[in-house]
């Protein structure tokens, strides 16, 4: 069974090992450190959040959170930057598990809409993303979006 938890700075060193995992799926190599992890999520007001998914005592996947302001309407977004799922656990429901636990954070701190992006080559993601009921943001590149309520 999966278990989904918010962060905590003990899990930095999963996080980043995720990250790098992300990056080199995608061709890159993941800069970033753990000390810059620590601000990003753990800081006094950092600026990100991650929830990560849990088979027993094994972290299997997280989702990083951004938060964004849509200044012109005052509407907040909640953006899905990164979603992981470790190779032996795809396809059993644990990114619908992270994005159910994101969408709730979402809607507990009053955004308006959620969103995530892929690779335009990752077919397969953008497939898993429609068929969990995103909606393509068109003009965006492949870019999708969960409204959660009325645009404001």
Known sequence: MTTITPARPADLPEILRMVRALSAFHGDT??????????????????????LAWDGDTVIGYAGLLPHLRLHSG???????????????RG????????????????????FRLTIGTDPDNTAAQAAYRAMGWDDITGAGPRFQMLLAETP
Do not use: M
């Open 75 to 89: 509407g907040k977004t909640l953006d899905v930057q990164h979603l992981y799922i470790v190779e032996t656990h």
């Open 92 to 111: 059993r429901g644990v990114g619908r598990a992270l994005i159910a636990a994101a969408r709730e954070l979402a809607d507990k701190t009053g955004c």
């Open 30 to 51: 993941a800069k970033v450190t753990l000390e810059q992890l620590q601000s990003f999520f753990f800081d006094t007001g950092a600026p990100a959040s991650a929830l």
